[in-house]
């Protein structure tokens, strides 16, 4: 199974140094599927870790112990989730390999520094001008152009069409690789659609009834595409400026900063990464792209008292500066396919564009 795909925002996916990108790395890559294949898992119900508290583990001697008929119970056992029974953990080898053929180039388009269009006033009373910093150097850029991701299952029970479906996934909704709150890893396939039965099909045997409050899942995203409300064009900056305007839409009150660390993340103190992501515009400036994740347990905050209240703030802001094109989040009616849909089963279905006609 290969799948080729081509950047419409440059892709970056770490590097032996922090902060370069020196070549498309492998681990990248599966990073982000890994994240989505959790999301999706977490969201149905399935068992999935939390890879930054407990680790999955393979012990054989619980595998042989297990009475389990079903292999996959049997794998649950001998203490691998559902995410690492196909992704791998301590013990356990990936069911997949992923042979990566790399045709793309770093670009030099990415100003090493970007500086948002925005200022304010910080706490010394002087006004500052956010910038964000990337590679100087043109070989440790972001890369662009075409690549070509072979997947190969390792098992005779694992389907790499599944991990296709994944990657069709990403590309319609959301970035590959690092980064993808600095704009970088939106794909397009480059030989058209791949179909995303495969994936929708193997993810119904997943189901189950396992709830998660403080991970990402499919029950607390959202996703959306956004296009400037008049004629003009995005430039770079839109995405910095978007950045920093959501930003500051939790800056009113002191009592809401701990609120805005968690949505927006920080590098003051304890490390938080945002929740909320922005893609570059792409489509010839004419298209961009947010999407995130707001759990149901919140810190504590003055102006935004739950989930919904940090959902809709962001909603307004994008509808009152944007047009927005597609909003998909389940159980909302801000949803613009299937509104106050409380079915992940049919939520899925929809983004793997299975349904288009149905609600068209
Ligand atoms: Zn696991």
């Known amino acids: 199974m290969e799948v080729r795909i081509q950047t419409l925002t440059p892709l970056w996916t770490g590097g032996v140094q922090a902060g370069k990108v020196d070549r498309i790395h492998e681990t990248g890559i599966l990073g982000s599927m890994r994240w989505w294949y959790e999301a999706i898992v977490r969201g149905l119900g399935g068992e999935c870790c939390d890879p930054s508290h407990t680790e999955c583990a393979f012990t054989e001697e619980k595998y042989l112990k297990s009475q389990a008929v079903d292999k996959r119970q049997k794998l649950h056992d001998a203490g691998l989730c559902d995410v690492c029974q196909v992704l791998g953990a301590t013990g356990w080898k990936r069911r997949l390999r992923l042979a990566i053929q790399d045709s793309t180039r770093h670009d030099p388009s990415i100003e090493d520094r ?207 500066n944007y047009t927005v094109q597609v909003w998909r989040e389940m159980d909302s009616a801000r949803d613009t396919v299937v509104p106050n849909n409380n079915d992940v089963m049919t939520f899925l279905r929809t983004l793997l564009k299975l349904e288009e006609d149905r609600h068209a």
């Open 114 to 320: 970007l500086q948002a269009n925005r200022s304010y006033v910080g706490a010394n009373g002087r006004s500052r001008t956010p910038i964000w910093y990337f590679p100087k150097e043109l070989n440790y850029k972001p890369c662009s152009g075409e690549l070509s991701i072979g997947v190969q299952s390792l098992s005779n029970d694992f389907d790499p069409k599944v991990i296709a479906g994944l990657v069709q996934f990403i590309a319609d909704w959301a970035g590959m690789g690092a980064r993808a709150q600095m704009g970088f890893g939106v794909v397009q396939l480059a030989n058209g659609r791949v179909d995303t039965r495969p994936l929708y099909n193997y993810m119904q045997s997943v189901a189950g009834s396992h709830p998660y409050f403080k991970l990402p899942t499919l029950q607390n995203i959202f996703l959306a595409r956004i296009l400037p409300k008049d004629e003009r064009q995005f430039d770079e900056k839109e995405t910095f400026n978007l950045k920093y305007d959501l930003r500051r839409l939790f800056a009113l009150s002191v009592d809401d900063t701990e609120l805005r660390h968690f949505v927006m993340g920080t590098t003051r103190g304890t490390r938080i990464a945002a929740k909320v992501k922005m893609s570059r515009p792409y489509n010839g400036g004419k298209e961009m792209r947010v999407w995130g994740w707001i759990p149901k347990e919140l810190p504590n905050a003055k102006n935004f008292k739950n989930r919904n209240d940090v959902v809709q703030a962001i909603h307004q802001h994008l509808t009152n």
